[in-house]
């Protein structure tokens, strides 16, 4: 009878082990990445990374309209000046650290639905490792990575590790200048970007006035790229189906779809891109600089 009831005993003690075991395990294993909508010209991007169930790696960053490198690497490096011109008490990179921080220890971003002070998304209840407080909205990060843990693992690739990739051509006889940049997560190209700057100097009138390619602010014209500018551009009203950005995000996302770069003919245009007229050497040169084709 001792034998029998031990026997049920530890019956018991393996199934609720069992039990606890499959909870631990609240993701499947993999990278997971999500992207957000553009604001003010940075477009947030968050990775996710699960092992044996739990998350011990997180990410979040974003990259600009205008190629220019990981807004993280940015903020390292000074260029993103939150404390220089913001006011704020610490870096931004150093306040996304801290919602990083938070969710690996906390393994479930909808638990920070309660400790939002504002609908802005601001909190109360994170501080960097300097103790300094966090004054950016931290939503975005918990809203993306809720977003890229319900979606399926990116598969590994063949780009090699997670990182922003960008590379840049000279400028052209007419001043533009043409820029790529490429999120890989887990080996794969989740995003790519083809945009040229106007780097000619402001010319406010005469024979050579410039000004549809800058935002003048007073004395200060700051030049804008082919995607800021957009319908300004002006294809469509030369009789082009699609204006320039468009015919970029088609040939962005042949990347992405095909992990792999069109063909170009002789006379530099993409084959087997349809509705792309615009000559797209520059990306194709561009890619193969990224990544050493």
Not at 204 to 223: C, R
């Amino acid at each position: 009878m001792k034998k029998r009831i031990l026997l049920v005993v530890m019956a018991l003690m393996l199934a609720v082990s069992m039990l606890v075991g499959c909870s631990a395990a609240k993701y499947k294993d993999g990278v997971y990445f999500a992207q957000g909508e553009t604001s003010n010209n940075w477009r947030p991007y968050v990775v996710v990374t699960v092992e044996k169930g739990k998350i011990v790696d997180a990410i979040w960053s974003a990259t600009n309209t205008v190629p220019q490198g990981d807004k993280v690497a940015i903020s390292e490096n000074g260029g993103y000046g939150m404390v220089a011109y913001g006011a704020a008490k610490s870096e931004w990179h150093e306040q996304a650290k801290a919602a990083e921080d938070w969710l690996v220890k906390n393994q479930d971003p909808a638990k920070f639905d309660s400790l939002y002070t504002d609908e802005e998304g601001h909190t109360a209840a994170l501080t960097t490792d300097s103790g300094a407080s966090v004054s950016i909205h931290v939503s975005e990060f918990f809203t993306l990575a809720a977003q890229a843990l319900a979606s399926e693992p990116v598969p590994a690739g063949q780009y090699g590790e997670t990182r922003v990739v960008t590379a840049k051509g000279e400028p052209s006889d007419k001043g533009w200048q043409d820029l790529a940049e490429f999120i890989v997560v887990n080996g794969t190209i989740v995003s790519a970007n083809y945009d040229a700057l106007y780097t000619n100097e402001y010319v406010a009138e005469g024979d050579g006035a410039n000004g549809q390619y800058f935002v003048v602010d007073g004395d200060k014209a700051t030049a804008q790229s082919k995607d800021q500018i957009k319908e300004g551009y002006g294809m469509t009203a030369a009789g082009s189906t699609l204006e320039w950005y468009q015919q970029a995000e088609l040939l962005e996302q042949y990347v992405v779809d095909n992990q792999a770069m069109f063909t170009v003919n002789a006379d530099g245009y993409a084959d087997g891109v349809a509705g792309v007229s615009v000559h797209a050497i520059g990306f194709y040169s561009l890619f193969n600089q990224a990544f050493g084709k």
